[in-house]
């Protein structure tokens, strides 16, 4: 009971200093003048602050409305995460003018129903002034803004990014004056939360330290300690290496945003629409992070990543020792630490390295609950285990909607476990917390999600519905739609050759023996692979991610059950030798396409080079290699040259020198990603500069020849991209909503 209050007490004081913290911060919204005068004549009726930029009679956030033949002003300094262009649009019963940095950029007649406009904005602070002529009929405003990027939508404009100004003696705003809370304050609420949760689990944490005592505890608590800091420090390795890959922007950007709507009392769904594609859980992570380092840039999140990455390694690790021993358990954690492919989605600000840290956790904790199966007086220990693999789960389901198969899996392996009962006597025990499965996922998001506080039923229709587009790309040598066995297929090709052996013959002794954690770990290994009856099928194996963990164990197994079939004189010497074979080979297989792994290929498909000549697969497809091309345009071009992105990803250009201009029409130089062999030779332009991934290119930066440009255009049948980088417009390949960054 006294650890119970103290660790409540200890809450309740980092309650107190987040609100104190929050306090502290400059307020969000606009500053409000209205005049009794349609012509903004005179001293202004009324002056306040508000903090919503949109109003209207009907409209919740703000119930603010003009009387006839008033006028008003919205004046704050608007932050621009990034350097772009930005769309805008108003909609409004009244005329509208939307002025930035004294700069009318929209004017909107009462008579229509919205106005659009796209303007360049550097990144920073820029003066916003919207003023308002209401003549008669309902007074209403909506502002909405749709940031650099070529995939995102039109959104309210949150105000989290506007800054009341503060209006001086001669009516002019005076800009932001206060600075981001130190660090120390920051994070203070975290460590208080952090110490009462220590406080409330002393005991646990107590034998757990206990346990120490043992030699062959701390041997194992070393060496976990070894594999962790050894992932860990694989994915440090040159962690910015492979530049912006093409979603990081968003995930990052909409977990700044949720987290300054949180921090600022901002909890309308009308803000919370950024990145609706997702879920939430791993963009507040990320978030969190951002705002807590003080920074938008990249790398404390890939660290992050990196970090979740490496935790996975040791839970796989952990249930290794517990149930296929340390030789096994050190196998496959050498493996998981150097696969290319789980490398390379799990250093990236991406929602992969979440999703799998939280997938393997609940069956972590789910498995360990068969431990105490068929014992009453163990019946509440294993329930409990069970409802923390169930709210895991959820939070895994509330990263990313792929995780549901995480459901599937507990329930194939709970009728695996009891079949030979349903066969004979055609029952099933099912343990109370089972019941919890079907509700306890759309309890959490949407508890987690004010996205789904308004209509939450059609909301996430919405949300789910975004994924129901065809998707066509290069497999097997065709650009086409991917088939049934896509995933198999991505997950045999991106797996170094001479792994699929022990793998094989793990899944033969499954098979022939079906030892109880091995049928688990198959089971494990499969579910992900459901995925492959959607109709979303793209990204090589990003959407099967989760089986990474499950492989890795399979590996280890295999090679395990190898050397013991003929066990050798000193079994310490071998398995040591052994690991240290498979680190080498792997990690040689990672290094052949460092940083790049994402283009990772085996020996059988020809490694990535020939999988690039051959077409078999995609190459260069999220951006990656683009911050060298961005680095060498701004060291070589000279000034006032004209330049056109033609790839994938085309945000990450606001790098560029502000001299260079972006001309789509015959530019001197063209950045090309995501390359087919067809487009290795462009008319009336040379290859001045190329980031090639183990022999493969991925960006190309081409410059014109002298003499007038005749760029040919025009895709050929079936090569899929022509050379403006675009897919076929009725067979997309990604739909992706791409988000911003909020400051604090």
Not at 27 to 45: F, I, K, M, S
Not at 683 to 689: A, C, I, L, M, W
Request: hydrophobic content about 45%.
């Amino acid at each position: 009971m006294f650890r119970a209050v103290v660790a409540l007490a200890l809450l309740v004081t980092a309650v107190v200093v987040a609100l104190d913290g929050r306090e502290q911060l400059e307020p969000r919204g606009a500053t409000l003048r209205v005049w009794n005068n349609p012509q903004w004549d005179g001293a202004p009726v009324r002056q306040a602050t508000v903090r919503h930029l949109d109003f209207g009679e009907d409209f919740a956030p703000n119930r603010f409305t003009l009387a006839p033949q008033t006028s008003a002003r919205l004046e704050g300094w608007l932050y621009a995460p990034r350097g772009g262009a930005y769309d805008f649009a108003v909609s409004s019963q009244s005329a509208t003018w939307l002025r930035i940095d004294g700069k009318t950029v929209l004017a909107h007649r009462r008579d229509r129903s919205e106005t659009r406009v796209t303007t360049r904005l550097a990144k920073g602070y820029h003066l916003l002034r919207i003023d308002v002529q209401h003549r008669s009929g309902e007074s209403r405003l909506q502002v909405k803004w749709r940031l650099p990027s070529g995939y995102m939508k039109l959104t309210a404009l949150p105000p989290v990014f506007v800054r009341p100004a503060t209006i001086d003696a001669a009516g002019e705003a005076e800009p932001p004056t206060r600075g981001p809370l130190p660090l120390a304050q920051r994070v203070a609420p975290a460590l208080l939360v952090g110490l009462a949760l220590v406080v409330l689990f002393a005991p646990w944490v107590a034998r757990r330290l206990t346990k120490l005592r043992d030699a062959g505890s701390r041997r194992r608590f070393g060496l976990g300690i070894l594999v962790f800091a050894g992932a860990l420090g694989v994915r440090l390795v040159d962690l910015n290496g492979a530049g912006e890959t093409s979603d990081e922007w968003a995930y990052s950007g909409a977990g700044r945003i949720y987290v300054s709507n949180i921090a600022h009392g901002y909890w309308e769904s009308a803000y919370w629409h950024t990145n609706e594609e997702h879920p939430p859980i791993g963009k507040y992570l990320y978030g969190l992070v951002s705002h807590l380092s003080g920074t938008d840039s990249y790398s404390p999140l890939r660290a992050t990543a990196a970090g979740l990455g490496a935790l996975t390694v040791l839970l796989v690790w952990r249930l290794g020792v517990r149930y296929m021993g340390g030789r096994a358990a050190l196998f496959a954690a050498v493996v998981l630490a150097l696969l290319p492919a789980f490398v390379a989605h799990g250093k990236v600000a991406a929602l992969d390295a979440p999703s799998a840290f939280l997938a393997t956790l609940s069956a972590f904790l789910f498995i360990r609950s068969f431990d105490f199966a068929g014992r009453l007086d163990q019946a509440a220990a294993r329930n409990g285990y069970l409802l923390g693999a169930a709210f895991v789960a959820s939070l895994a389901f509330s990263t990313k909607f792929s995780n549901v198969l995480v459901f599937f899996f507990m329930v194939f392996v709970i009728i695996a476990d009891q079949w030979d009962r349903i066969r004979r006597r055609g029952i099933i025990e099912v343990p109370l917390a089972v019941y919890a499965l079907p509700i306890l996922p759309f309890v959490v998001l949407v508890a987690f999600w004010p996205w789904l506080w308004v209509d939450p039923f059609a909301q996430l229709v919405k949300t789910l519905t975004h994924w129901d587009y065809p998707v066509s790309e290069w497999f097997l040598g065709d650009y086409r739609r991917p088939p049934l066995y896509y995933y198999f297929v991505y997950l045999v090709a991106t797996t170094p050759a001479l792994l699929l052996a022990p793998f094989a013959v793990f899944l033969y002794f499954t098979f022939r023996r079906r030892d109880r954690f091995h049928v688990i770990v198959l089971i494990w290994f499969a579910t992900p692979f459901l995925w492959s009856v959607s109709s979303l099928k793209q990204d090589g194996v990003r959407y099967v991610y989760n089986v990474f963990p499950a492989f890795a164990l399979a590996i280890g197994a295999g090679l395990d059950a190898l050397l013991a079939w003929r066990p050798p004189a000193r079994p310490r010497i071998a398995g040591a030798v052994v690991a240290a074979g498979v680190a080498a080979y792997t990690g040689w297989q990672s290094w052949l396409v460092h940083p790049y792994y994402l283009n990772y290929y085996n020996e059988l498909f020809g490694g990535t080079r020939g999988v690039f000549m051959a077409s078999r697969f995609e190459v260069g497809w999220w951006g990656e290699g683009l911050d060298r091309a961005i680095s060498w345009m701004n060291t070589n071009a000279p000034k006032g040259a004209t330049w056109d992105c033609q790839g994938v990803v085309t945000h990450t250009f606001d790098g560029l020198r502000k001299d260079l201009v972006n001309r789509p029409s015959d530019p001197e130089y063209v950045v090309q990603s995501y390359l087919t062999p067809s487009e290795l030779e462009r008319q009336n332009y040379e290859p001045v500069f190329r980031v090639d991934a183990a022999g493969a290119p991925i960006v190309v930066i081409w410059k014109r020849l002298s003499g007038p440009p005749t760029i040919d255009t025009a895709p050929r049948p079936g090569e899929g991209p022509d050379t403006s980088g675009r897919r076929p417009a009725e067979l997309p390949k990604r739909n992706p909503i791409d988000d911003t960054a909020a400051p604090e």
